[in-house]
């Protein structure tokens, strides 16, 4: 089974890193750019568990390990 | 309109982050891990634009800005 979690900020903490590509881009003359955002992602490649387990097991590792809840949030998707 | 581009190392280049979470979820006991990848998502908020420009611009940019394609290898999607 294969895992996708995305982490991001929260709308209402300031991304550095999104602003700088956001900037890059316009410099480029991509001036269609409204907004960047930059997050990280996770791929999960997980051994015999279950749907159920997974369902538990993944939120779990999400908000202790690979996100900061205080200022990130995650979302998470089976990819296969 | 929204687009989210996946950018992670291509499958033979080693992901020194993405070991070092697999190593912390197997201390912490999650055993049923058997490989993390981790990559950057960005999420680009677009002005103006129509469906053909995004097909053409977005692999454009996330070739170009976003990744380092002798590395790093790229997904998009348009969110809405």
Redesign the interface.
Known sequence: MKVRV?V?FKESVLDPQ?QA?KN??LT?G?D??????????????????SRE?IDK?IPE?SH???SNPIIERFEWEILK
């Not at 750019?33 to 992602?41: A, F, M, P």
Request: aromatic content about 10%; glycine content about 6%.
């Open positions: 995305l991001s999104g590509v890059a881009l480029l991509y269609f750019i409204k907004d960047v955002r930059q997050g990280k992602v996770f791929e999960l490649e997980l051994n015999d568990i387990e097991v590792i202790k390990v690979l």
